[in-house]
């Protein structure tokens, strides 16, 4: 049976680990050196777990009952100090967060975008929020049995984007490192938060806003200022998520109609409020615009490069970057032909959205731009454009060069194309 695999590398753990007196400090290189060993993903598919799941009359004790991470988590093994789960994934993205426990991962079926971050603390509003600076450090391409130690708190600030549908883990834990709590998760550019903070009164506060904008309550407005008028910054944050999320959607933009100016007139609140975080706001939204305008489109994309390059762009900032994860899945290919293929079949995909009319989201996209883009790209002098324009036949005049250079400050505003064209 498959649950006699993970129950030895289970008991092979526990055995060491004592000899080790539980020090956490050697768990996770214990960990990697048994996943090692044991190379389940060559052994067991990730398909058995889930049938072994439903023929089970009885499943040992599942850590995460309700699925809060995983879809669903899956525990095969117990013991006092630490556990065995496989996680699925049919969604593409997780948080960028830190973790309250230590072990390691190693990836089951599919295959996941890895990207590392460090966070410099400037300012702890409570236990519970920071703000501070997200640095973006390393990404790489995870495939099957590729293994990564999980480090507690700080020391490993990372995201995972799972590419394929479904995508699984084998994750060993311990059940808590309580010298590293609370587990954060991250919002770029500035915010360290605490997801797992349940306060009664800011649930309700939320569940009730929620309520009166779906039902369309004509003091919805108003009430939502006054209680942004007199939360604390988190409360604050978190009221504004809320309003956000459901400003985004066809209903409420018909109940408020200028949806942007109404959120800025929200957040205005809470600028005034707390006047030192006046740029904090802003640009944390922004960032959430930008993933979920790519989510958005990545959601009317159904060919697997396609879907991969949006991804990228999702979780990458910086050409260098890209690039670099373009000739890791595809070695044979040059990343700027590769990516202009990509943005050029995403221009050509027509999607049925009121507010857009292709999967690039970008309207009147033409060759000129695909020059300019390549330019920006490669970073070719000025002498170099007028060769290149020249190879797609047109002729370097005046005027076209002119319409370049608009074009270029076009895709330098681009939403989508920010993290390609940012250095």
Not at 102 to 120: N, T
Not at 198 to 214: F, V
Not at 227 to 235: A, K
Not at 295 to 300: A, E, F
């Amino acid at each position: 049976m498959i649950i006699d695999e993970f129950i030895e590398l289970g008991q092979r753990i526990e055995k060491i680990w004592r000899d080790k007196n539980y020090s956490e400090a050697v768990f996770p290189g214990i960990c990697a050196d048994a996943l090692e060993e044991a190379r389940l993903p060559e052994k067991i598919s990730a398909f058995e777990v889930l049938r072994w799941a439903l023929r089970s009359d009885t499943l040992p004790e599942q850590r995460d009952l309700s699925a809060k991470f995983g879809d669903p988590p899956i525990t095969l093994y117990n013991s006092q100090r630490f556990h065995i789960d496989v996680y699925f994934w049919l969604e593409g993205t997780t948080t960028i967060h830190q973790h309250a426990f230590c072990g390691a991962f190693q990836v089951f079926h599919g295959s996941s975008i890895h990207s590392i971050y460090d966070f410099e603390i400037e300012e702890s509003i409570n236990c519970h929020t920071e703000l501070g600076r997200i640095d973006f450090l390393n990404c790489e391409l995870l495939k099957v049995n590729d293994i990564r130690k999980i480090l507690p708190g700080r020391n490993f600030i990372h995201a995972l984007f799972h590419l394929d549908q479904p995508s699984a883990t084998i994750v060993i834990r311990t059940t808590r490192s309580p010298l590293h709590l609370p587990q954060f998760d991250y919002h770029k550019p500035f915010l360290a938060i605490n997801p797992f903070f349940e306060e009664p009164n800011t649930i309700k506060k939320l569940q009730t806003i929620s309520a009166l904008m779906r039902i369309n309550a004509p003091e919805t407005e108003s009430l939502i200022r006054e209680t942004l008028s007199d939360s604390d910054f988190q409360t604050a944050y978190l009221i504004l998520s809320t309003v956000k999320k459901h400003l985004s959607s066809n209903r409420l933009n018909q109940l408020f109609g200028h949806t942007q100016e109404k959120f800025n007139s929200f957040m205005e609140i809470v600028q005034k409020r707390y006047g030192s975080f006046n740029d904090v706001l802003p640009k944390l939204f922004e960032q959430e615009e930008k993933i979920h305008e790519i989510t958005r489109l990545r959601s009317y994309v159904q060919d697997n490069e396609l879907r991969f390059f949006l991804a990228l762009l999702m979780n990458i900032e910086g050409k260098d970057k890209i690039f670099q994860m373009v000739s890791a899945r595809f070695p044979d290919d040059d990343p700027v032909e590769k990516i202009l293929d990509w943005i050029e079949s995403l221009a050509n995909t027509k999607i049925l959205d009121v507010t857009l009319n292709n999967a690039l989201g970008m309207e009147d996209f033409s060759a000129i731009d695909l020059i300019a883009l390549e330019i920006l790209l490669r970073d070719l002098p000025s002498e170099e454009e007028n060769d290149l324009l020249k190879q797609y036949g047109l002729k370097p005049s005046e005027d076209t060069r002119k319409l370049l250079h608009d074009r270029k400050n076009k895709l330098r505003q681009s939403v989508i194309l920010n993290p390609l064209i940012s250095q």
